[in-house]
């Protein structure tokens, strides 16, 4: 195989995240729409949520093992979302109730020194409120 084919296969398994498709949240019996999220080495998982607006959601949040730390943060005042978690390896529930439809950004804040945050290293994704 050629570079030039190479080139473009290793760009393409780069970009593979970006194309994910969107999670809807799962509704169960009680009314409440669940989805697991697990952060890692500058990765969500789902990077891409989406939630239906005026229904609890609960997202079980957690961390892949490792030393790094990582957290959650989504933040939309006019949604009625303020999410500020540190992630750690057991999984730990954090509620709300989205209460207008819109996208919101969510990203890991945290950054060591001298390094570039975990957000511009990709820790990022979208929450979208849908009716």
């Not at 970006?18 to 009680?30: I, Y």
């Not at 892949?64 to 057991?90: F, K, N, Q, Y």
Request: glycine share 10%; net charge negative.
């Amino acid at each position: 195989m050629n570079g030039r084919w190479q080139g473009v296969l290793v760009l393409l398994a780069a970009l593979g995240p970006a194309w994910a498709e969107p999670m809807p949240a799962r509704l169960d019996a009680d009314g409440v729409q669940r989805v697991e999220v697990v952060g890692g080495n500058y990765f969500f998982r789902p990077d891409h949520i989406v939630v239906k607006v005026g229904v609890p959601v609960e997202l079980m949040v957690s961390k892949e093992p490792g030393l790094t730390p990582h957290s959650l943060v989504i933040w939309s005042p006019r949604m009625g979302i303020d999410v500020d978690a540190m992630l750690g390896g057991s999984s730990r529930v954090i509620r709300f109730t989205p209460t207008v439809t819109g996208r919101v950004d969510f990203y890991c804040q945290e950054k060591l020194l001298f390094f570039a945050s975990h957000q511009e290293r990709g820790m990022a994704g979208v929450l979208e409120v849908v009716e």
